[in-house]
């Protein structure tokens, strides 16, 4: 039996409180009518502090930023958006976003945005690489791909003109390793190889380092993320190295993407790059450099051998053909944090295979591979393995409903239509694909 609207609405409120999904809702002026529990959690605010004020009032990102805003002018869904902002009370979220117009009778109520919190998983990726120990060298950095050699080649150049360096590139792809790299090859050595982690909330970092520049005649100051500091702390970091330029220490610094962008965006202060582009070093992803996944296993595999006394060989095929063909976002610290997740499961096995993967990195791999195949992936060649035939079939018939999918942004009747069968029909095959 169909149930009215006012019959639904319980229904509904329990889903909207319990969904692990943060849900913000707001009319045509911005301002709010739906703020689920998880979204109060994710972003720390309460109803009281967005009732009747519009969002641009609550967070501190430009309009052209905001994707409900973007909604409510074009009517049009925005999907799989990644946004860092900080909320009201300084802190830095990183969320998700699916973001869709809300539409009657094609007459634009609003537009209500589902956020997926990642913030966790993106500091854990901000982490450095594990260094074991060892004292890192350009000799201990692996890197086999003509992009990375290129990189140490300029990085030992730079060790030894002495100049300040900017190391630019996205998080998890071994920044870190390079500055200290660059330190320990630099002549005369310096004392120390200190890092600052830059927040925009930590006030106190600029005291730390008028410290350490005051007791310390010969120190590589490492300042990671310098685009994560306020405009005004920028500010009062620029005027402190520019008090200490030149004394003999060594000044290195990293951000996350391209520095006219981040200066375009109010990001970064200007000046502060001119100040450490003396040397800018651009670290390529691990997507543009795959080269270097297999020799990164087998030195980790090596570590985990000598700490643990379990020697596995490598990978099977099937894992090797998955690693090369995902896109790794979070770079060489997702495939290290993969890795420790996979060896917390090793028993007897000689390979890493595929039932050590963790099962959302089975997901994330299966949604990326089933949308990145091309057209002679499907062509059958000599040299290429052969696979059953219900399996090609499988991989054929999930690559084309994707592809029709994408065409139709993923409407479901649109898409059934072109092909030729119902939504009931459509909707099952999309279901099994996802098995």
Request: hydrophobic share 35%; charged share 30%.
């Amino acid at each position: 039996m169909d149930m009215n609207k006012e019959e639904l609405l319980p229904f509904y409120e329990f889903a909207t409180k319990h969904v692990s999904v943060g849900i913000h809702a707001v009319d045509t002026n911005g301002k709010t009518v739906i703020y689920n529990e998880k979204m109060r959690e994710i972003e720390g605010l309460h109803l009281a502090d967005i009732r009747d004020r519009s969002i641009l009032e609550l967070f501190q990102f430009e309009k052209e930023d905001s994707t409900l805003l973007k909604v409510l002018q074009t009517a049009e869904p925005v999907h799989n958006v990644k946004q860092t902002y900080w909320n009201q009370n300084g802190q830095e979220i990183t969320t998700i976003n699916d973001t869709y117009p809300i539409l009657e009778n094609n007459k634009l109520l609003g537009a209500i945005e589902i956020a997926r919190d990642i913030t966790t998983l993106e500091k854990l990726v901000y982490q450095p690489l594990r260094r074991y120990g060892e004292q890192i060298t350009f000799n201990t950095i692996t890197a086999v791909s003509e992009p990375m050699r290129e990189v140490i080649e300029t990085a030992k150049k730079a060790a030894a003109a002495r100049l300040p360096v900017l190391l630019i590139g996205e998080s998890g792809t071994g920044k870190d390793l390079i500055a200290e790299a660059i330190h320990n090859a630099s002549t005369p050595a310096n004392e120390n190889f200190i890092t600052y982690f830059c927040n925009r909330s930590d006030t106190s970092m600029i005291e730390r380092l008028k410290k350490q520049l005051q007791i310390s005649d010969s120190s590589t100051i490492f300042c990671e993320r310098i685009e994560y500091l306020s405009l005004e702390l920028q500010k009062d970091c620029l005027t402190l190295l520019e008090e200490h330029r030149q004394d003999s220490h060594l000044f290195i610094a990293s951000i996350g993407g391209d520095p006219i962008d981040l200066i375009g965006s109010g990001e970064l202060l200007k000046e502060l790059y001119y100040f450490f582009a003396s040397v800018s070093i651009i670290v390529p992803p691990l997507r543009n450099r795959r080269e270097d996944i297999k020799p990164f296993i087998n030195d980790y595999l090596k570590r985990y051998d000598k700490l643990f006394g379990k020697k596995l060989k490598g990978m099977s095929t099937e894992v090797e053909q998955l690693f090369m063909h995902y896109d790794w976002p979070g770079n060489l610290k997702e495939l290290e944090m993969l890795l420790d997740d996979m060896m917390s499961m090793v028993t007897n096995e000689d390979l890493i295979n595929y039932d050590l993967l963790p099962l959302h990195f089975k997901w994330k791999a299966q949604e990326f591979n089933s949308s990145e195949k091309s057209p002679d992936y499907f062509v059958v060649q000599n040299d290429k393995e052969l696979l059953p035939l219900d399996d090609y079939l499988r991989e054929a018939e999930e690559y084309y409903l994707n592809k029709v999918l994408d065409m139709y942004d993923h409407n479901i009747t649109k898409a059934s239509e072109a092909l030729g069968m119902s939504r009931q029909n459509l909707q099952y095959r999309i279901r099994k694909m996802k098995k």
